[in-house]
């Protein structure tokens, strides 16, 4: 290993035990689902699990967080509503650029706010399913 290699090295060991972590992001999720209903949304990182929540149709959920510089914070979340059970990952750090993340929930997936069009139009499908539910 050259010196500088051996520098990036150091720094990334440092980096990783010390923990640095990029500026707060500002995560809100709105239920947008029509026809209205109720959803039931639980979010998840590998540090953090936020709870269970229940949103009324407008309804809100927020939070917000630091995501870890080298090992990246990923948010995947549970959506729960009749006769529907859907994952997203609410927050990727290489998808997404915004600081302040505001989605529509919407039947057929959610939907982020972009500051260029000031509407709700960057559109993802809901993950594939993780397993089967019992039948
Ligand atoms: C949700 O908000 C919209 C816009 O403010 C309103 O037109 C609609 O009636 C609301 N729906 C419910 C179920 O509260």
Sequence with gaps: MNRVTIALFIFAVIATCEGIYWDTIHLEIVNYLDPPS???IHCK????DLGI????RNGTFGFHFKP???TGTLFDCSFVWPLHIEWF???V???DECDHCTW???ATGPCMYQDMTKQFDLCYPWNKKKKKLAS
């Design 89 to 91: 990952d609410i927050y």
């Design 68 to 70: 870890a510089v080298f």
């Design 53 to 56: 929540h229940q949103l009324p």
């Design 45 to 48: 990182s590998g540090d953090d």
């Design 93 to 95: 750090h290489l998808r």
């Design 104 to 106: 529509r929930i919407k």
């Design 38 to 40: 109720d959803v039931i």
